[in-house]
Nanobody
Framework: QVQLVESGGGLVQAGGSLRLSCAAS????????MNWFRQAPGKEREFVAA????????DYADSVKGRFTTSRANAQNTVYLQMNSLKPEDTAVYYC????????????WGQGTQVTVSS
């Protein structure tokens, strides 16, 4: 059973940067596509970014394209989300999820980390 733990969230001013980490234990994420989602208060969870198992392919929501970058270090069983030029509308709880290629199934989820961007 894979456990995912996100870290790196916090409070930052608009225009600032944060780097989220998603560390896996209890198993390898080497064979999983890894995804980032977020959920703001009163809103549904939304897709943010995804990276293929090899790291060769990434995908981003239009709202974060050009500002966020996801990467992975399979040897460390960890995935990252670098967030630059943060906006108040990026405020949300951010989750990582391990799933299949194509994003039709998510097998494991983290507990989330809060990101708050002040204006």
């Amino acid at each position: 059973q894979v456990q995912l733990v996100e870290s790196g969230g916090g409070l930052v001013q608009a225009g600032g940067s944060l780097r989220l980490s998603c560390a896996a234990s209890g198993g390898t994420i080497r064979n999983y596509a890894m995804n980032w989602f977020r959920q703001a208060p009163g809103k549904e969870r939304e897709f943010v970014a995804a990276i293929s198992w090899s790291g060769s392919t990434t995908d981003y929501a239009d709202s974060v394209k050009g500002r966020f970058t996801t990467s992975r270090a399979n040897a460390q069983n960890t995935v990252y989300l670098q967030m630059n030029s943060l906006k108040p509308e990026d405020t949300a709880v951010y989750y990582c999820a391990a799933g299949n290629t194509g994003g039709t199934r998510y097998d494991y989820w983290g507990q989330g980390t809060q990101v708050t961007v002040s204006s």
